[in-house]
């Protein structure tokens, strides 16, 4: 593994990365996407003796793109690691455009969830929704609500705008995975993405109302009752 001249590998601690995503709200410190690297900045890399949270800010690959180029002086990094924009408007975000038309869902153990709006309704509220491509796109639209077992916000989605509320204790992505932790390093959520295919869920632990919901790839349990390939496809809502 590459070193600098002071032996220092480019691998962060995972308490350190932790550190540094919890302070820049879950999201690039310029525009707040969730799709993020980690930049070392006063000192660079090259200098660093250790890997100091306070000199790591989480940057989108565009802006750590312009960064390395030497288009974003790291002086206007430093200005935003202080005051990071997800911070500051309470969540991060970021827009994905992967999937053409209404996208299937993997979750219950049950077969593919497909031609369904509204997989799971819950008194009213629907967990995920799917709508077609506006006009003039091709993109399908994926919104969804996901509290924890307060009631409160840990994950929105507006019409493939992902919006990464900043209260939550951990948020990162890994490969084709997006994971929620809660604040006892238990997975709240976990997504992976396999356009243009589907959208697997591998957890899910939410709540509407008081209900608890837990959903893995293979079961499905709204409060106490356990579902087993029972989301219907081809209809408005799955299961309600």
């Known amino acids: 593994m590459a070193q600098n001249q002071f032996g220092l590998t480019r691998h962060i601690p995972e308490n350190v990365k932790r550190e540094v995503r919890t302070r820049c ?63 500051d408007r309470g969540f991060s975000q970021f827009n994905h455009p992967w999937f053409k038309g209404v996208p299937s869902l993997k979750m ?13 309704e819950l008194k ?22 996901l509290r924890d077992a307060t009631g409160s916000h840990f994950l929105k989605i507006v019409q493939n705008e992902w919006r990464v509320m900043s209260g939550n204790w951990d948020f990162h992505s890994v490969g084709n995975r997006y994971i929620f932790n ?5 997975p709240m959520l976990r997504l992976r993405m396999e356009p243009p295919n589907f959208i697997a869920i591998d957890i899910l632990s939410t709540s509407v109302r008081g209900v608890p919901i837990h959903i893995t790839e293979d ?10 390939g ?8 799955g299961i309600s």
Request: negative net charge; contains cysteine.
């Open 182 to 186: 809660d604040q006892s390093g238990s």
């Open 219 to 228: 079961s499905l349990n709204i409060g106490p009752n356990s579902f087993s």
């Open 108 to 120: 219950g153990g049950g077969p593919l969830v497909s031609g369904t709006p509204i997989p799971i």
């Open 25 to 87: 709200g879950f999201g690039c410190a310029v525009c707040g996407s969730t799709i993020t690297e980690y930049e070392h900045f006063f000192p660079y890399f090259a200098d660093a003796t250790k890997h100091d949270a306070q000199h790591i800010v989480l940057l989108c690959p565009t802006h750590h793109s312009l960064v390395t180029k030497g288009l974003l002086p790291k002086e206007r990094i430093e200005e935003f690691s202080t005051k990071p924009i997800a911070k």
């Open 230 to 237: 029972e989301i219907f496809s081809n209809c408005g809502v």
């Open 124 to 145: 009213g509220e629907s967990i995920i929704q799917f709508e077609p491509p506006e006009p003039g796109s091709e993109v399908a639209r994926i919104s969804a609500n």
